[in-house]
T-cell receptor, first 114, second 112 residues
């Protein structure tokens, strides 16, 4: 059974803290993604990675960075958390083509920044 | 940027009725996918339709695609209370590298 796991379901951090959100997939997928989801705005892409050590900005990269040192792990970093980064964060992975063309999502991390 | 826009934003029906959700998009696509999200959880893939297909079925799901109108619809037949969830369309735009763009979603409520 394919699986994408995220390090925390709920997280509460203070303004200015550095925050790490971890995502691990066990499907040997090349592509991995970080989204944030806010009411009325749907899913917005923050960053994605199509290979180890490769990354590309999505639609809303400001205030975030990412790291992909190993194929199975993709980390989202909030360098200095702010209250407007309170959101649901969703990680996903996807293969190159064919049967693995769909995206598999993790359960999400609900981050609150106070 | 939001490629897909779902309509309606919210839909409430009774068990046994059919539910139809629509998605419009802006640019040429390779394929369009529909996902489901139960409250507070991750998204689950439902069905994919390629740009050269017009209709696809999977169980109680029927998806249509009209590339001339840049629109798609998802029909859930004989709905059940367990179908209560949010549904999102996602487009795989031509020329992009493995990147899906999601719409804002339709929240479906199925009551007994």
């Amino acid at each position: 059974d394919v699986k994408v796991t995220q390090s925390s379901r709920y997280l509460v951090k203070r303004t200015g803290e550095k925050v790490f959100l971890e995502c691990v997939q066990d499907m040997d997928h090349e592509n991995m993604f970080w989204y944030r989801q806010d009411p009325g705005l749907g899913l917005r892409l923050i960053y994605f990675s199509y290979d180890v050590k490769m990354k590309e900005k999505g639609d809303i990269p400001e205030g975030y960075s990412v790291s992909r040192e190993k194929k199975e792990r993709f980390s989202l970093i909030l360098e200095s958390a702010s209250t407007n980064q309170t959101s649901m964060y969703l990680c996903a992975s996807r293969g190159l083509a064919g049967p693995s063309y769909e995206q598999y999502f993790g359960p999400g991390t609900r981050l609150t920044v106070t | 940027s939001q490629q897909g826009e779902e309509d309606p934003q919210a839909l409430s029906i009774q068990e046994g009725e059919n539910a139809t959700m629509n998605c419009s998009y802006k640019t040429s696509i390779n394929n369009l996918q529909w996902y489901r999200q139960n409250s507070g959880r991750g998204l689950v893939h439902l069905i994919l339709i390629r740009s050269n297909e017009r209709e696809k079925h999977s169980g109680r799901l029927r998806v249509t695609l009209d590339t001339s109108k840049k629109s798609s619809s998802l029909l859930i037949t004989a709905s059940r209370a367990a179908d209560t969830a949010s549904y999102f369309c996602a487009t795989d735009a031509a020329g992009t590298a493995s990147k899906l763009t999601f719409g804002t979603g339709t929240r479906l409520q199925v009551t007994l």
